[in-house]
């Protein structure tokens, strides 16, 4: 059946925002450094999309960074790349360049969003990119038709990439699935938690959620009860 691969949910790698409403999308860089060489310890080695499930590597893994925010740029692409790991960041690709306008519409601290010369550049060195929808909205909330729109986008990227989609909010529906297994959209990632295999629903592919306070012992505990408990 092949190994099977957790996959990391990362928003922000930097210093918590004063203020924030939503102090579990940062995590400090120092912590991410103790993340990083806890999976190189574990011998965690990351896999791209392309061989998601039939890399031969004995210990998967793939780290995804939800927004695309600048400081995946400024703080962790250089941590990954220091430490031999590989990155898929979903970008919100109406803001690209951006900010992130739906968390301060709810009242949320200002963060910039990484802007297309950015991501190319990042892209040339190797990172994956995925679609985080146009305008990250809660996509069960919407009909068919504005669904469609938000989904069927993807970034103009010089190089080939993989499609692939997030569901923002992990807010998904039967029309969503439906519309991303009818697309040339190979998988959708959801905030469901757990581990994937090839038996797993490649449009609803299962993650684990990293915080501000995921120290090193809590994501022990967190692959731990993914290999174990599947959750
Ligand atoms: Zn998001």
Not at 54 to 82: C, R, V, Y
Not at 103 to 128: R, S, Y
Not at 145 to 172: D, K, M
Request: charged fraction near 20%.
């Amino acid at each position: 059946m092949g190994a099977r691969v957790p996959i990391l949910t990362y928003h922000k790698i930097a210093p918590i925002t004063k203020g924030t409403i939503y102090p579990g999308t940062f995590v400090p860089p120092n912590l991410f450094e103790k993340h990083l060489r806890l999976l190189n310890r574990r011998g965690f080695a990351s896999v791209s999309t392309s061989n998601l499930f039939d890399s031969g590597l004995e210990n998967p893994i793939l780290l995804t960074f939800d927004d695309g925010f600048q400081d995946f740029a400024d703080n962790a692409w250089p941590l990954l790349q220091k430490h031999g790991f590989g990155a898929l960041v979903f970008l919100v690709l109406n803001h690209i360049g951006g900010q992130n306008d739906w968390d301060i519409a709810v009242g949320d601290k200002p963060a910039p969003l990484m802007n297309l010369e950015t991501i190319q550049e990042l892209a040339k060195q190797g990172t994956q990119f995925g679609s985080h929808t146009l305008s990250h909205p809660r996509l069960a909330n919407l009909d068919e038709e504005e669904q469609r729109r938000e989904i069927l986008a993807f970034p103009e990227l010089s190089v080939n990439q993989l499609p692939t989609t997030c569901y923002p909010y992990g807010s998904y529906n039967e029309t969503t699935l439906s519309i991303v297994r009818s697309s040339a959209i190979k998988y959708g990632f959801s905030t469901d938690k757990g581990l994937n295999d090839v038996t797993t629903d490649p449009v609803r592919l299962k993650r684990i959620a990293i915080r501000h306070d995921t120290s090193v012992s809590a994501l022990i505990y967190k692959l731990w009860r993914g290999f174990r408990y599947d959750r």
